[in-house]
């Protein structure tokens, strides 16, 4: 494969991300290279050393259909073509217990004294291709997947057809290692249920089992193949020219989900119930093989990249992209760019096209050679700062010092600074502006929006990025909530600071929300905790004054949560109902 | 682009002139929202020097207009007053830069996502939307001229994962000349791919 030789790429595979640091750009990464205990460079593949290697253990590559030995390499035509040893299944270097490839190896190219490494580089730009997997049917046993050999996967289907596996392509029963003469398919195995496994569509799998079916077909073309379904989705170019080349060689479509299936102790046969829906009536079918298509979901260790980036996901776990139609490459972070299936299951071609629209949007950047920071970064007013370091706690990005032992004024580096505003909320001394941000304009703000018949408004604070987005995608949806709801953005929860929230209830503001990302999401790491920490704290200083806490609500609605988002504003609503001029004109005499 | 000057420094003493430009955005936004109504209080805010409606302001007549009056008019702040600032804040910020005036002297308002969107009552979202206008206004009395930072951009991309999408990422980027840092976690690249065996809908 090409990414192996060519001269611009950097391969580290056996590798992970631990640390991600910077912004767009400029991002300084940290990647964790494990000890293959084989010098990948100087391997030649020759396979002495898996011909002596005396431990036998399950080959993963095949999901435990073949072997392989402690010493190996995944597939033949891995890249980079060079073993790798599992210590957990190694004997060891002792000369009493093994080391036998090391005597073996020509190259010398075995080192069990290898450690894990620690590379660091500079990039500009991240692109994010995390990919996904498959879906775990032991979620809906009815199929006894876990108890009847014949059950098997639609992902364990390519192993036992793929050309690496003993059998040769050839696909035989578990039970007699025969082949089946008849063979079924159910679709949708934890996908589109709300009650279990996924509620979406995995995209891929109608097409899959199409796929598997004709495969079928031309080698075995007197084999009964019979597909249960719900909805064929043949959606794609040359895709229903497929669909029918299966119907015509005799595949058979049966719409209906199987609802039980039983094992003829004899046969092994699996026999299955179900109601077929365009009849209307109760069906038994018998198979010699039953193949579950598995649908698709979020890879667990994306989660670990999400943080590191500051990206967020979608309900469904994947990640989430800027617009759904307008801009479905980029991630909410500058300089971070979605390809594949992290963002949404989807076909190879699919995948590719979002690839290289990835590269593309990449290229944009790093081909102009510079970027412009919006200005919307914090400043430090000398004369005001008593160097107290509550910014530069507050600061996710760690671009505030000050030196407290020496009294000088905070120092901000403004290429570092993303403007979340958190620090401007934190200064007790207004030591700090945020541009095109400030102070005066938001209160400004709240003295325009409260002008008249305060007593009727939502005063509310929403951040730029989640819900802000969400109230945005409210719209989109055309959702209705009470309109007497009047935003105010900025660009995280962060930035809001107690004296606007005092500001608004001396204005008469009958209600104040403050919304924000949910904790994982922030896009400013964790300024959200701060703003949690604020509001609690006001809160309490409520109640000690005598003000109802009810009145000030934090909620967290992220980008996608528009139907929270109206929620969410009429709980606000049925709360502000409760508060009577008359507690009005008292809590502006408490504030006053 | 952004570093135009020849704006008039706010600090001084210099006289506020806001154009407030309500865009009705076909039937999305005067669908619900009465502009005429909202254009004419407009007008009524403090500083605002000048307010017009158009179909779509962001479309190149809409920009036309809004580069036409910040000359004509001699417009220190503008404010538009249509969908959120997640879409078009780039584009007016372009607009107001391209017709000389910084464009962190720009404000919008958003009457479409979280007005005329998401209420139906034509007396209540026009009510909304002048208070979203004149709040957005009340900051745009307020603004001040920015100089955006300038960042070099570091000529090196990092590829997280090596499956098909991973590997088109990089070589896409390899072969346009950037060096690439591909990292995967498996001991090989190819991802899932690797595992199967025909694909559709060519069946290789």
């Known amino acids: 494969m090409d990414v192996g030789r060519h001269p611009k790429i950097k391969l580290l595979a056996y590798s992970e991300v631990v640390q991600i640091t910077g912004y767009i750009g400029n991002f300084h990464v940290k990647v964790r290279k494990k000890a293959r205990y084989v010098d990948e460079s100087a391997c030649t593949a020759c396979d002495e050393c898996v011909k002596i290697c005396p431990v036998v253990k399950p080959d993963e590559h095949q999901l435990g259909f073949a072997t392989r030995k402690a010493i190996y390499i995944p597939f033949a035509q891995a890249v980079p073509a060079a073993y790798l040893i599992n210590m957990e299944d190694c004997l060891g270097n002792n000369p009493i217990a093994c080391g036998k490839c090391a005597e073996v190896c020509d190259p010398k190219c075995i080192d069990f004294d290898q450690q894990d490494e620690f590379v660091e580089f500079d990039v500009g730009v991240a692109i994010v291709a995390t990919g996904m997997d498959v879906c775990d049917p032991t979620i809906l046993d009815e199929y006894y997947y876990t108890k009847y050999e014949n059950v098997i996967t639609s992902w364990e289907f390519e192993i036992l057809t793929g050309p690496g596996y003993i059998t040769k392509s050839e696909l035989l029963r578990p039970t007699d290692r025969k082949l089946p003469k008849s063979i079924a398919f159910i679709q949708c195995v934890g996908s589109r249920s709300e009650k279990r496994g996924n509620p979406y569509c995995s995209n891929i799998c109608c097409m899959n089992t199409v796929k598997d079916t004709l495969y079928l077909k031309d080698h075995h073309p007197e084999m009964e193949c019979v597909v249960f379904y719900m909805d064929m989705r043949t959606f794609g170019k040359g895709y229903e020219d497929l669909y029918k080349r299966s119907k015509a060689l005799g595949v058979k479509y049966i719409r209906g989900i199987p609802g039980d299936v039983v094992q003829d102790p004899k046969t092994k046969n699996l026999i299955i119930t179900v109601e077929n829906t365009t009849t209307g009536k109760l069906e038994k079918h018998e198979f010699e093989m039953l193949v579950l298509s598995v649908g698709v979901i979020p890879r667990l260790e994306t989660e670990q990249i999400q943080r590191a980036l500051t990206l967020s996901k979608t309900p469904d776990g994947f990640l989430m992209e800027t617009h759904y139609q307008l801009n479905p490459i980029d991630s909410p972070t500058g300089g971070v760019f979605l390809a594949g299936c992290c963002e949404a299951p989807k076909d190879i071609k699919s995948s590719v096209i979002q690839a290289s629209g990835a590269a593309a949007r990449a290229e944009r950047l790093l081909s102009t050679g510079k970027v412009t920071v919006e200005a919307i970064t914090s400043t430090i007013i000398p004369d005001l700062c008593k160097s107290c370091g509550i910014c530069a706690d507050a600061c996710p990005y760690g671009s505030i010092t000050v030196d407290k032992e020496a009294k000088t004024p905070a120092v901000v580096v403004s290429a570092a600074c993303k403007g979340c505003g958190t620090c401007g909320a934190e200064c007790r001394f207004g030591a700090i502006e945020m541009k095109h941000f400030t102070d005066d304009q938001i209160l400004a703000m709240i003295d325009a929006m409260l002008e008249e018949k305060p007593e009727e408004k939502i005063c509310t604070f929403a951040c730029n990025w989640c819900s802000y987005a969400g109230a945005d995608l409210a719209g989109l949806s055309r959702m209705q909530y009470p309109a007497n709801a009047r935003l105010i953005r900025t660009m995280c929860s962060g930035r809001v600071d107690e004296k606007f929230i005092w500001h608004a209830f001396k204005k008469g503001a009958p209600v104040v929300l403050v919304s924000g990302c949910h904790f994982v999401d922030c896009h400013y790491i964790d300024a959200n905790r701060w703003t949690q920490k604020r509001v609690e704290s006001l809160w309490n200083k409520m109640e000690r004054k005598g003000i109802r806490p009810e009145r000030l609500q934090l909620e967290w609605v992220s980008a996608a949560e528009a139907v929270k988002w109206t929620k969410v504003m009429n709980a606000v609503e049925d709360i502000r109902k409760t508060v009577t001029k008359k507690e009005i004109e008292e809590t502006k005499k408490i504030l006053m | ?204």
Request: charged content about 25%.
């Open chain 2, 1 to 204: 682009m952004l570093e135009q000057s020849g704006n008039p420094d706010p600090s001084g003493a210099e006289e506020l002139k806001i154009g407030v430009f309500i865009c009705e955005c076909g039937i999305n936004i005067a669908g619900t929202v009465d502009c005429d109504e909202l254009t004419e209080w407009a007008k009524t805010l403090p500083d605002v020097a000048f307010a017009i409606k158009n179909r779509y302001t962001c479309a190149e007549p809409g920009q036309q207009e809004i580069k036409r009056f910040i000359k004509e008019e001699n417009l220190n702040r503008v404010v538009v007053a249509s969908c959120t600032p997640r879409m078009h804040e780039p584009t007016f910020r372009r607009c107001c830069a391209d017709a000389g005036l910084n464009p962190y002297l720009f404000e919008m308002a958003n009457i479409r996502e979280q007005c005329s969107w998401v209420h139906s009552d034509r007396k209540q979202a026009t009510q909304k939307a002048k208070d979203i206008v004149k709040m957005a206004v009340a900051k745009a009395r307020l603004l001040e001229p920015q100089q955006e930072l300038e960042v070099p951009v570091t000529q090196s991309a990092l590829v997280v994962g090596g499956g098909i999408a991973g590997i088109q990422t990089s070589l896409d980027l390899a072969d346009a000349g950037y060096p690439v840092y591909l990292v995967e976690k498996e001991p090989t690249v190819g991802g899932l791919m690797s595992y199967i065996n025909k694909t559709f809908p060519t069946m290789d």
